[in-house]
């Protein structure tokens, strides 16, 4: 975040979720000020031009033109770094394993199937995702991601009736499955309904070969340590790290 920006950020007490994303994403991106377009702007935060003009004036300024000659004069200051002397940490031994096992899942998410996911997020609206146990915290999470950029998504898991899914499938368009193994028969259960109605499956699994991965339309495979498919949610690897890095990835290439 560009410091010089942050003044603004300190206005947004009575901003939209939606306002606020696009002034962050503003703060995030500092040199697209006076480069972009408010259509521009608009797409790229998944917003109306109405929302940001409501923006602007919620600031005190007239327009996105004021707006933006505002922001180019707090980008001319010089922006104030505090510089701070500091000992390089000590790391445990395991950080460089787990930064390659990071590297070769990103090099599993090729560039193409990163395009895709990107493509599915600006074309489509509604997602309906689904994660047994310990996915279901991940499933959950890429939920609250997705609901934040406005999408409509829906988390459903093992508690959840059969019914609910079956009722529901028909309004939306993509179902994302949260899965270690990929082998969860709850979880192959919902991608067949959602293969029958004809929905986009995406899948998050471990990278050996699995029934769940098959089935995908889109699959993004993550590197585990563990031996066996039905290893204990206990044993502690870097495959969960993994998943959250992946998806605010995807998320960042697809909205940035």
Same mark, same amino acid.
């Given at each position: 975040m560009d410091n010089r920006l942050a003044t603004l950020l300190s206005r947004g007490e009575s901003l939209t979720r939606a306002e606020y994303r696009v002034l962050a994403h503003l703060t995030e991106h500092p040199l697209l000020v006076g480069h972009i377009t408010v259509r521009e702007l608009a797409q790229a935060t998944f917003v109306s031009t109405a929302t940001i003009m409501r923006l602007c004036r919620k600031l005190g300024f007239s327009g996105f033109s004021e707006f933006t000659w505002h922001c180019k004069q707090l980008l001319s200051d010089t922006p104030h770094i505090t510089a701070e002397t500091r000992q390089p940490a000590e790391l445990p031994a395991l950080f460089s394993q787990f930064i390659a096992n990071y590297q070769q899942t990103f090099q599993w998410a090729t560039a193409e199937k990163r395009r895709h996911f990107a493509e599915l997020l600006r074309e489509k609206?509604?997602?309906?995702?689904?994660?047994?146990?310990?996915?279901?915290?991940?499933?959950?999470?890429?939920?609250?991601?997705? /609901? =934040? @950029?406005? +999408?409509?998504?829906?988390?459903?898991?093992? $508690?959840?009736?059969?019914?609910? &899914?079956l009722s529901n499938a028909s309004?939306?368009?993509?179902?994302?499955?949260?899965?270690?193994?990929?082998?969860?028969? /709850? =979880? @192959?259960? +919902?991608?067949?309904?959602?293969?029958?109605? $004809?929905?986009?499956?995406?899948? &998050?699994?471990?990278?050996?070969?699995?029934?769940?991965?098959?089935?995908?339309?889109?699959?993004?495979?993550?590197?585990?340590?563990?031996?066996?498919?039905?290893?204990?949610?206990?044993?502690?690897?870097?495959?969960?790290?993994?998943?959250?890095?992946?998806?605010?990835?995807?998320?960042?290439?697809?909205t940035g």
């Open positions: 609206e509604s997602f309906f995702l689904y994660g047994a146990g310990f996915s279901y915290l991940f499933a959950e999470y890429l939920t609250k991601k997705l /609901q =934040v @950029l406005g +999408k409509t998504a829906f988390i459903s898991g093992p $508690g959840d009736s059969r019914n609910i &899914f309004r939306y368009q993509v179902f994302i499955a949260v899965s270690r193994s990929g082998e969860t028969e /709850q =979880v @192959l259960d +919902k991608a067949r309904i959602a293969q029958n109605v $004809g929905m986009t499956v995406v899948a &998050f699994t471990r990278a050996s070969a699995n029934t769940l991965a098959g089935m995908a339309d889109l699959h993004f495979a993550l590197y585990d340590e563990a031996v066996h498919f039905a290893a204990e949610a206990a044993g502690v690897t870097s495959f969960e790290s993994n998943l959250v890095l992946l998806m605010d990835l995807l998320l960042l290439e697809a």
